[in-house]
């Protein structure tokens, strides 16, 4: 079992659905991060959470709406999105408060908006 | 505002074939750490290498080695005799680890290597 599993692989969602993308770490990390991949452009942080609480949002449309019940789960809820949106969104958790960590990732979810 | 810079946006060699992917960055703080990530096709990134700031030191790991040159804020991948599995995206990403106590990477843009047979 990997340490970081996303589900689904694969979505495709009409602009009036409503899905949401799943993103569980089985590391006993307690930071988890969304960063959306576009194509020819930077992997973009979307949002932080240390120790369950949001402590980074990047600027990010509310039509994206992160929620982490617990240090293992991380939920993006999505609505009414926009073709735009259509990426690759990685869920990555880490060990805050320890300077020798790096980041784990997920294999990512490709969210196509038809 | 921290900025990374992979200028390559793809490279293409033959197997066997030495290739360096480069990486320059920005940032005014004085404590830093830097990554290299590979993205294989089924998308998860990969943690290759996570350098401080206060260690210039080049690191070997198998056919992979790391140049960290502060004084040019560069921290440049050579891959050796490369194979066809080296094939991926890689990314440089540069770390605050000290706003917030949250490690925020800021990635370049990737540098598509393709190794051919």
């Known amino acids: 079992e990997t340490g970081v599993t996303q589900t689904p692989r694969h979505l495709v969602m009409g602009m009036t659905n409503k899905k949401s993308l799943k993103c569980e770490q089985h590391l006993g990390h307690n930071a988890m991060y969304w960063y959306k991949q576009s194509a020819k452009k930077p992997l973009e942080l979307m949002f932080v959470?240390?120790?369950?609480?949001?402590?980074e949002n990047n600027s990010v449309p509310s039509r994206f709406s992160p929620e982490c019940p617990n240090s293992s789960h991380l939920f993006l809820h999505l609505h009414t999105l926009q073709p735009e949106d259509s990426a690759l969104y990685l869920c990555a958790s880490s060990q805050e408060g320890q300077m020798n960590t790096e980041a784990f990732f997920g294999q990512g979810t490709r969210l196509t908006v038809v | 505002a921290q900025k990374v810079t992979q200028a390559q946006t793809e490279i293409s060699v033959v197997e066997k074939e030495d290739v360096t992917l480069d990486c320059v960055y920005e940032t005014r703080d004085t404590t830093y750490y830097l990554f290299w990530y590979k993205q294989p096709p089924s998308g998860e990134l990969v943690f290759l290498i996570r350098?401080?700031?206060?260690?210039?030191q080049n690191e070997i790991s198998g056919r992979y080695s790391w140049n960290f040159q502060k004084s040019t804020s560069s921290f440049n991948f050579t891959i050796t005799a490369s194979q066809v599995v080296d094939s991926a995206v890689y990314f440089c990403a540069l770390s605050d680890p000290f706003q917030g106590g949250s490690e925020k990477l800021v990635f370049g843009k990737g540098t598509k290597l393709t190794v051919n047979p």
């Open positions: 959470y240390n120790f369950k609480e949001q402590t």
């Open positions: 350098r401080n700031s206060f260690d210039e």
